[in-house]
T-cell receptor
Framework: DAKTTQPNSMESNEEEPVHLPCNHS???????IHWYRQLPSQGPEYVIH???SNVNNRMASLAIAEDRKSSTLILHRATLRDAAVYYC????????????FGTGTSLTVIP | NAGVTQTPKFQVLKTGQSMTLQCAQD?????MYWYRQDPGMGLRLIYY???????DKGEVPNGYNVSRLNKREFSLRLESAAPSQTSVYFC?????????FGPGTRLTVL
């Protein structure tokens, strides 16, 4: 099972950018990198995903290292509603049937 | 358009009792999933169904059975509940590359 390593917790000031790191040194060439987040007492929600190139959407940006052994989720301006647990997940072949969530990074946003 | 719905929201069982957790989706997705989340942990896959009529084991299937009743509904059954099955259970569906999760069922087994 492809594994990811994330810091247990991070803090950010409101309206500041946040960079959430993820290490995945055993990633294979067909593993897609997915990010989900889980707000308190809710199910996870999709944030962003990519394979090799950096990706942007309305929620965040995903920066993938050239060797693909690490990636960074970037929230451009943190808001209080961004306080959640963020999961970095490797999904082989983007099949969706092998989603290993790990323990994630708990993000606290300070007003 | 409700997305993914789960019933019940909360349930307390005694050891040895049985129950079925219900999940329904109105997103017309083929793939559906059941996960459990223990305190302070990430989600672990119990079972999944790639399409109507098919089911497969995930990472932690022991003690559970599933039924894919039709395209909309995917149920999870605990035949003889144990305290180790105390957890929050999430159902999910999948489009091309995104999973959509329900609000969860919080189950306590005494």
């Amino acid at each position: 099972d492809a594994k990811t390593t994330q810091p247990n917790s991070m803090e950010s000031n409101e309206e500041e950018p946040v960079h959430l790191p993820c290490n995945h040194s055993t990633i294979s060439g067909t593993d897609y990198i997915h990010w989900y987040r889980q707000l308190p007492s809710q199910g996870p929600e999709y944030v962003i995903h990519g394979l090799t190139s950096n990706v942007n959407n309305r929620m965040a940006s995903l920066a993938i290292a050239e060797d693909r052994k690490s990636s960074t989720l970037i929230l451009h301006r943190a808001t209080l509603r961004d306080a959640a647990v963020y999961y970095c997940i490797l999904n082989p072949l983007n099949t969706g049937n092998q989603f290993y969530f790990g323990t994630g990074t708990s993000l606290t946003v300070i007003p | 358009n409700a997305g993914v719905t789960q019933t019940p929201k909360f349930q307390v069982l005694k050891t040895g009792q049985s129950m079925t957790l219900q999940c329904a989706q109105d997103m017309n997705h083929n793939s559906m999933y059941w996960y459990r989340q223990d305190p302070g942990m990430g989600l672990r896959l119990i079972y999944y169904s790639a399409s109507e009529g098919t089911t497969d084991k995930g990472e932690v299937p022991n003690g559970y059975n599933v039924s894919r009743l039709n395209k909309r509904e995917f149920s999870l059954r605990l035949e003889s509940a144990a305290p180790s099955q105390t957890s929050v259970y999430f159902c999910a569906t999948r489009s091309t590359d995104t999973q959509y999760f329900g609000p969860g069922t919080r189950l306590t087994v005494l």
